[in-house]
């Protein structure tokens, strides 16, 4: 799930950064170099002479008002996207003035993100993992639990669980949800990934497949 620029659960609201990144994956952009650096943004934002005032600058004050309408303009494309699928569902080809379907359609999500109210448990995502396949796990305010399960209905009970701290991103190998652990790169038999929130406060997950 790529969660929404700003959207809140019981007060924690989601960095826009991150919806960003999964965006720029969509378009091809597996990087964000913008963000820190200005000399990439002809490449990355060909209009970017049609904002106020602008031009070539190393000053941290341009590049973070770049940064912010950067976000902001891929936020509202995001919800305009949303509001696109669910009107023109039965005939998506009205959308292609805007939208490169093809592009989209053929995009393979990498990288899962959302919010977690206290204590809440999400299942994530259904994949068939190899033994080798790698994650990345990060979470927010509060610690999280990761489990591969039998389907998405399976609660935390009896799984194997990955803990990650609150703040702190980690990568671990597919195999350290199962024991004992599978032959190298045999397929895992379980295909569900959940997160549960373990403490009262509201959180964060977000998973990259590597």
């Known amino acids: 799930m790529i969660a929404n620029p700003g959207q809140r659960v019981g007060g924690f ?8 990144e999964e965006l720029c994956t969509m378009c091809g952009k597996r990087s964000l170099p913008f963000i820190n650096d200005t000399k990439y943004l002809p490449s ?3 209009s970017t002479s049609r904002l106020p005032g602008s031009h070539i600058t190393q000053t941290s004050s341009f590049s ?12 509202a494309l995001y919800a305009l996207l949303g509001l696109c699928i669910n009107k023109f569902s039965d005939n998506p080809t009205l959308i292609e003035p805007v939208f490169d379907l093809q592009s989209i359609r053929n995009h393979k999500q990498l990288k899962y ?13 259904q994949h068939t993992f190899s033994s080798a396949d790698e994650l990345k796990l990060e979470s927010g305010l509060t610690a999280i639990q990761f489990y591969l399960s039998a389907s998405a209905a399976d609660t935390a009970a009896n799984q194997t669980l990955i803990t990650v701290n609150a703040n702190t991103i980690i990568t671990v ?3 350290q949800f199962v024991n004992p652990a599978p032959a190298a790169g045999q397929p895992i038999a ?3 990934l959940h997160v549960v929130n373990t ?9 990259s497949l590597l």
Request: glycine share 8%.
């Open 13 to 20: 609201q989601i960095p826009a950064s991150w919806v960003l």
């Open 44 to 46: 990355y934002l060909p």
């Open 64 to 75: 973070d008002a770049l940064a912010a309408a950067v976000k902001n303009s891929c936020g």
């Open 113 to 125: 993100t959302g919010a977690l109210a206290g204590n809440e448990m999400e299942s994530i995502l």
């Open 173 to 175: 190998m597919a195999a």
């Open 190 to 192: 379980n295909t569900f």
């Open 199 to 207: 403490e009262a406060a509201a959180g964060s997950y977000k998973v």
